[in-house]
Protein backbone atom coordinates (compact mmCIF):
# COMPACT_ATOMS: atom_id res chain seq x y z
CA UNK A 1 0.00 0.00 0.00
CA UNK A 2 1.14 3.93 -0.77
CA UNK A 3 2.00 6.16 1.44
CA UNK A 4 -0.30 8.34 -0.21
CA UNK A 5 -3.32 5.96 0.40
CA UNK A 6 -2.42 5.42 4.24
CA UNK A 7 -5.75 5.90 6.62
CA UNK A 8 -4.19 6.81 10.04
CA UNK A 9 -6.95 5.12 13.08
CA UNK A 10 -6.87 7.54 16.62
CA UNK A 11 -8.15 6.45 19.81
CA UNK A 12 -8.86 8.54 22.51
CA UNK A 13 -9.49 7.15 26.00
CA UNK A 14 -8.42 7.62 29.36
CA UNK A 15 -7.75 3.94 29.50
CA UNK A 16 -4.51 2.73 28.40
CA UNK A 17 -6.00 -0.73 28.41
CA UNK A 18 -8.45 0.31 26.07
CA UNK A 19 -5.60 1.55 24.10
CA UNK A 20 -4.20 -2.05 23.49
CA UNK A 21 -7.58 -4.22 23.52
CA UNK A 22 -8.98 -1.41 20.82
CA UNK A 23 -5.87 -2.79 18.74
CA UNK A 24 -5.67 -5.86 19.24
CA UNK A 25 -9.10 -6.55 18.56
CA UNK A 26 -8.76 -5.13 15.55
CA UNK A 27 -5.43 -6.27 14.68
CA UNK A 28 -6.67 -10.26 15.53
CA UNK A 29 -9.54 -9.66 13.23
CA UNK A 30 -7.29 -8.78 9.83
CA UNK A 31 -7.58 -5.19 10.00
CA UNK A 32 -4.25 -3.78 9.39
CA UNK A 33 -3.55 0.04 9.59
CA UNK A 34 -1.79 3.11 11.38
CA UNK A 35 -3.08 3.59 15.15
CA UNK A 36 -2.21 6.15 17.59
CA UNK A 37 -3.92 6.59 21.07
CA UNK A 38 -3.95 9.11 22.92
CA UNK A 39 -5.17 9.60 26.70
CA UNK A 40 -6.01 13.32 26.46
CA UNK A 41 -8.48 14.58 23.64
CA UNK A 42 -5.97 18.12 23.75
CA UNK A 43 -2.72 15.64 22.57
CA UNK A 44 -5.16 14.04 19.95
CA UNK A 45 -6.00 17.54 18.79
CA UNK A 46 -2.28 18.18 18.94
CA UNK A 47 -1.06 15.20 16.84
CA UNK A 48 -3.69 15.64 14.22
CA UNK A 49 -2.14 19.75 13.77
CA UNK A 50 1.64 18.02 13.83
CA UNK A 51 0.40 14.99 11.69
CA UNK A 52 -2.73 15.78 9.58
CA UNK A 53 -1.65 14.96 6.02
CA UNK A 54 -4.62 12.79 5.25
CA UNK A 55 -7.80 11.21 6.13
CA UNK A 56 -8.18 9.75 9.94
CA UNK A 57 -10.47 7.98 11.67
CA UNK A 58 -10.88 9.00 15.05
CA UNK A 59 -12.84 7.06 17.88
CA UNK A 60 -13.52 8.97 21.35
CA UNK A 61 -14.79 7.24 24.41
CA UNK A 62 -17.76 8.84 26.18
CA UNK A 63 -15.87 9.15 29.67
CA UNK A 64 -12.65 10.99 29.24
CA UNK A 65 -11.39 12.04 32.71
CA UNK A 66 -11.80 16.15 32.79
CA UNK A 67 -12.97 16.51 29.33
CA UNK A 68 -16.19 16.91 27.25
CA UNK A 69 -16.53 14.14 24.62
CA UNK A 70 -19.07 16.26 22.69
CA UNK A 71 -16.75 19.43 22.58
CA UNK A 72 -13.96 16.83 21.24
CA UNK A 73 -16.51 15.51 18.49
CA UNK A 74 -16.95 19.09 17.38
CA UNK A 75 -13.09 20.51 18.13
CA UNK A 76 -11.39 17.68 15.99
CA UNK A 77 -13.93 18.09 12.68
CA UNK A 78 -11.47 20.45 10.65
CA UNK A 79 -8.59 18.27 11.15
CA UNK A 80 -9.62 15.15 10.03
CA UNK A 81 -8.84 15.48 6.29
CA UNK A 82 -11.94 14.11 5.22
CA UNK A 83 -12.13 11.76 7.73
CA UNK A 84 -14.54 11.51 10.81
CA UNK A 85 -15.15 11.11 14.39
CA UNK A 86 -17.25 8.69 16.31
CA UNK A 87 -18.21 7.45 19.34
CA UNK A 88 -16.17 3.78 20.86
CA UNK A 89 -18.57 3.39 23.81
CA UNK A 90 -18.75 0.37 26.39
CA UNK A 91 -22.37 0.33 26.37
CA UNK A 92 -25.38 1.34 23.43
CA UNK A 93 -27.12 4.67 24.68
CA UNK A 94 -29.75 6.14 22.48
CA UNK A 95 -29.71 9.86 23.60
CA UNK A 96 -26.34 10.04 23.84
CA UNK A 97 -25.74 8.51 20.31
CA UNK A 98 -28.13 12.12 19.32
CA UNK A 99 -26.13 13.97 20.82
CA UNK A 100 -22.96 12.53 19.73
CA UNK A 101 -24.74 12.80 16.20
CA UNK A 102 -25.44 16.39 16.40
CA UNK A 103 -21.97 17.20 17.95
CA UNK A 104 -20.49 15.50 14.38
CA UNK A 105 -20.48 12.01 15.23
CA UNK A 106 -20.04 9.88 11.74
CA UNK A 107 -20.70 6.58 13.98
CA UNK A 108 -21.03 4.89 17.19
CA UNK A 109 -19.49 1.63 17.99
CA UNK A 110 -20.22 -0.65 21.69
CA UNK A 111 -17.12 -2.14 22.44
CA UNK A 112 -15.74 -4.47 21.68
CA UNK A 113 -14.84 -3.18 17.79
CA UNK A 114 -14.71 -6.35 15.37
CA UNK A 115 -14.03 -6.77 12.06
CA UNK A 116 -17.92 -6.93 11.47
CA UNK A 117 -18.78 -3.67 13.06
CA UNK A 118 -15.95 -1.49 11.80
CA UNK A 119 -16.63 -2.94 8.09
CA UNK A 120 -19.99 -1.82 8.51
CA UNK A 121 -19.03 1.59 10.10
CA UNK A 122 -16.39 2.10 7.57
CA UNK A 123 -18.85 0.96 4.68
CA UNK A 124 -21.02 4.57 5.98
CA UNK A 125 -17.77 7.06 5.66
CA UNK A 126 -17.19 8.84 2.21
CA UNK A 127 -13.29 9.34 2.40
CA UNK A 128 -11.84 6.09 3.22
CA UNK A 129 -12.65 2.50 2.50
CA UNK A 130 -11.44 -1.14 3.44
CA UNK A 131 -9.87 -3.00 0.59
CA UNK A 132 -9.05 -7.18 1.42
CA UNK A 133 -6.17 -8.13 0.59
CA UNK A 134 -7.18 -11.66 -1.87
CA UNK A 135 -4.12 -13.34 -0.60
CA UNK A 136 -4.11 -12.54 2.93
CA UNK A 137 -7.65 -11.79 3.73
CA UNK A 138 -6.56 -8.72 6.11
CA UNK A 139 -8.33 -5.33 5.58
CA UNK A 140 -6.58 -2.33 4.70
CA UNK A 141 -8.00 1.27 5.14
CA UNK A 142 -7.01 3.18 2.18
CA UNK A 143 -8.35 6.68 0.71
CA UNK A 144 -11.92 6.33 -0.90
CA UNK A 145 -11.52 6.36 -4.78
CA UNK A 146 -7.39 5.65 -4.27
CA UNK A 147 -5.95 3.06 -6.91
CA UNK A 148 -4.31 -0.20 -4.74
CA UNK A 149 -0.54 0.08 -4.72
Given at each position: MS?????????????P??????????????????FAAFTRPEDALA??????????VVFTDLSLAGANALDFIVSV???LGGGAVGVYSGARNPEMEA???DAGSSF?????VTRENFSGMIAGLGAVCLEEDRETGELHLRRAGS???
Open positions: ESQSVSVILVDDDDEHFLFQADLEDAGVRFSHLRDNGDGPAQPLKCRYIVKPAAA
